[in-house]
């Protein structure tokens, strides 16, 4: 049995989600060779760290504490940092889960910094430290031969840079394109299929859980610009950042447009387009694989050798994108 030691930073939706598929999947991950122990949590506010047996923290009764808000309330919880315990506690992968600020990266990017300075593997799901230094921290994890895998970060669940890295390895891709933003696609999905007007779409994406904390990173199109700048520079082999994307989001939508559209068999949707550096309202046939409805993604795969691939799936929701999180920590754990 192989013992992998992990350390997760964030213990949000994302956090409790992956403890919660860990949990239920223990039996397969055991079948498989793996015993995944968890070693570490790390709030903001301090952390939770297992200093004793073999088994790692007891997953339920941390779900259970969060649950009831009594995260700091658990006997092994100190006032101890991320950082500190990057430093302190050994460990083979840290899982980065906090929420990203687009301008700065933090506290994500400190903490993925930290955790390749003291020779961890890095799973993030948190797109902003990624888009934003991209060639710094994958240059980092090659100067201390870690891996840093960011599969959640662009669209959930969605096994986008897998497929393209293990299974279309023969490909030369020319363009990665489509709808990286669940809440935008709700909103324009809710106006083109029901007549719903801008603001009550959005008020419904809200109630749902679709949107980010700030929605309105998700309707100006940064969030999709942000995607778009990881999978360029990760698949594309392009050197652009989020300065470089031009930009628009869905706020100048109007009902005229979406009716004239449909009269003439098309939808609007926002899509992201890593050739053209664009993020930008277009007509999409209505007969075109892109054309998913409700808070879905979808991304067209444009290659010289099987052409056109279209994967399509949850772009979020805590359980779903654990999905693409274990497959990038299986990945490591094949090679530790
Ligand atoms: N939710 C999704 O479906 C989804 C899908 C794909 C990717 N993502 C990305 O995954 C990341 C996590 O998302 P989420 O939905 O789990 O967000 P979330 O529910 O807000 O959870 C983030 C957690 O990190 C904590 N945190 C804040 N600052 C911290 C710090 N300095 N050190 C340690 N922990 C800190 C937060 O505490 P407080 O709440 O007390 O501030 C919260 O518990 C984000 O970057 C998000 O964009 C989310």
Redesign the pocket.
């Known amino acids: 049995m192989k013992a992998i030691n992990l350390i997760i930073?964030?213990?949000?939706?994302?956090?409790?989600?992956f403890s919660d598929v860990l949990l239920r999947k223990e039996k397969f991950l055991t079948e498989q060779g793996y015993k995944f122990r968890v070693k570490a949590i790390?709030?903001?506010?301090g952390s939770i760290i297992n200093n004793d047996d073999g088994n790692g923290i007891n997953l339920n009764e941390v779900l259970e504490l969060?649950k009831n808000k009594k995260?700091n309330e658990h006997k092994n919880f100190s006032e101890k940092?991320?950082n500190d315990v990057l430093k302190g506690v050994d460990a083979d992968i840290a899982l980065?889960?906090?929420?990203?600020n687009i301008r700065t990266g933090?506290?994500?990017l400190s903490?993925i910094i930290n955790a390749l300075n003291n020779n961890r593997h890095v799973v993030?799901?948190?797109?902003?430290p990624v888009a934003l230094k991209f060639n710094e921290i994958t240059e980092l994890a090659k100067k201390h031969n870690k891996k840093i895998l960011y599969e959640?970060?662009v669209a959930?669940a969605i096994p986008l840079f897998n497929l393209c890295r293990e299974t279309l390895q023969i490909n030369t891709i020319n363009n990665i394109y489509g709808i990286f933003n669940g809440t935008t696609n709700y909103i324009l999905t809710k106006m083109t299929d029901e007549g719903t007007d801008f603001n009550t779409a959005l008020k419904e994406a809200r109630e749902l859980g679709y949107a980010?904390?700030d929605a309105t990173y998700d309707i100006s199109g940064y969030?999709t610009a942000v995607k778009v700048v990881i999978a360029a520079n990760a698949l594309m082999k392009r050197k652009i950042n989020f300065n470089n994307v031009q930009i628009s989001g869905i706020t100048g939508i109007t009902e005229e447009a979406i009716k004239l559209a449909k009269e003439h068999n098309y939808v609007i949707k926002l899509i992201g387009d890593c050739n053209k550096s664009e993020v930008s309202l277009r007509l999409i046939r209505k007969d075109s694989p892109l054309n998913i409805g409700g808070n879905l993604n979808a991304v067209m795969i444009d290659t010289d050798i099987a052409k056109d691939i279209t994967i399509t799936g949850r772009?979020?929701?805590?359980t779903?994108?654990s999905s693409?999180i274990f497959s990038d920590i299986l990945k490591i754990a094949e090679e530790i």
Request: proline share 5%.
């Open positions: 930073i964030g213990f949000g939706n994302i956090g409790r989600g790390c709030e903001w506010n969060a995260f940092t991320a980065e889960l906090t929420p990203g933090e506290p994500g903490n993030t799901s948190n797109k902003s959640a970060a959930g980010e904390r969030d772009g979020a929701g805590a779903e994108t693409s």
